[in-house]
């Protein structure tokens, strides 16, 4: 441990000493993410694939991969079922990560990643099955214990979807429950879970260009409209914005009034772009417990998202990578 520690000080400079607060990943919608690869997907075909790896999935469980490769122990609680349930189980432990099951009926769902020869990724993303009202009741126990254990200090990230079933406004209520204990919640989700947040104001959010787009109901061709974009936002009630944009790079304001930042994509042969927001969610996660400068955790963000395209599988950046990508990118304060 000693010396991973070490080489992660190494490859991340500073960022590899902080101690950090409890950062407590929460995963409604689970998953169990397989990539397979394959010549050609040909539709109303037998396809048969060349290489199938599975490995634990759902956003936020991406994200407590990439908080442990930046040197943290992320707590993960979530929704788990099945032998697939068991499968993503045994996975986080053979990561390190501590996982708080909250058993359902219904087996856990898997995802499938397509990837071709010529790098063309169709994802198939299953539903997930709607939990029973004890499921649920059961799970939101659990985050609330864990907010208490947080005193007042810990970082929780949800991620993703809500299963079908689920309250709407689940993820308001979250953020209420992790603010009464003092506790700082950070959002990635979108569509009307996202909306209804907003009155709980969320700590952090990150929509990706459609997310936003849909959202605001405005294009996002350019930086103005990103602004735009992000100043919706906070007027909404989020209180620090960032908008992914692929490829386009990453803009963020840490709060109202503040300066906006943009950091540019990295250039990288992208294996797969799939998780690379999750992997921007961990860093900005890590970068406010570790109390890094806004200039350093746009950068560290955009990093952990290129890197993740450069990755086994999403949620796998290798800290070699996020290190070396730190110092490529360009980062710009706008006026
Ligand atoms: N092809 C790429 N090359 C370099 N960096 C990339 C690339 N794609 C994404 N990134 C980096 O990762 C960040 C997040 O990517 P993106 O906007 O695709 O997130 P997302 O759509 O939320 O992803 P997901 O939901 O699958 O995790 C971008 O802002 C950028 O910094
Ligand atoms: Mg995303």
């Not at 009741?137 to 809500?162: H, M, N, P, T, W």
Request: glycine letters at 10%; aromatic letters at 6%; a neutral charge.
């Amino acid at each position: 441990m000693a010396l991973r520690r070490q080489a992660l000080c190494d490859e991340l400079g500073s960022l590899g000493e902080y101690l950090f607060p409890m950062f407590v990943c929460v995963s409604a919608n689970p998953a169990v993410d397989k990539r397979l690869r394959l010549t050609r997907l040909v539709p109303g075909a037998v396809n048969r694939a060349t290489e199938v790896k599975a490995a634990p999935g759902g956003k936020a469980t991406h994200v407590a991969m990439v908080l442990r490769t930046l040197g943290a122990d992320p707590d993960w609680i979530g929704f788990t079922g099945g032998a697939s349930g068991q499968e993503l189980l045994d996975g986080l432990s053979a990561l390190g990560i501590r996982a708080r099951p909250i058993r359902t009926e219904h087996p856990t769902r898997v995802n499938l990643e397509i990837i071709d020869e010529a790098a063309c990724v169709t994802e198939i993303l299953e539903p997930g099955v709607a939990p029973s009202q004890s499921e649920i009741a059961s799970f939101q126990d659990a985050c609330e214990e864990q907010f208490k254990r947080g005193e007042s200090q810990a970082i929780v990230i949800a991620s993703g979807s809500l299963p079908p079933g689920m309250p709407r406004d689940f993820y308001a209520a979250l953020i209420h429950h992790a603010h009464a204990h003092g506790c700082k919640f950070f959002l990635d989700t979108s569509g009307e879970a996202l909306r209804s947040s907003f009155e709980a104001c969320p700590d952090f959010v990150k929509p990706n260009r459609e997310e936003a787009e849909w959202i605001t109901g405005r294009k996002i061709t350019d930086l103005a409209s990103a602004r735009e974009a992000i100043s919706h936002f906070f007027a909404a009630g989020a209180r620090s914005v960032a908008i992914s944009l692929g490829k386009g790079g990453l803009v963020w304001c840490p709060g109202k009034g503040r300066k906006v930042y943009f950091a540019s994509a990295a250039v990288v042969q992208a294996r797969s772009t799939v998780g690379c927001g999750d992997a921007v969610v961990a860093a900005f996660a890590s970068a406010a417990g570790a109390g890094l400068t806004a200039e350093e955790t746009v950068r560290l963000a955009a990093a952990c998202g290129a890197a993740n395209c450069l990755a086994d599988s999403p949620g796998a950046a290798q800290a070699e990578d996020i290190g070396r990508l730190r110092k490529e990118l360009l980062v710009e304060r706008l006026s």
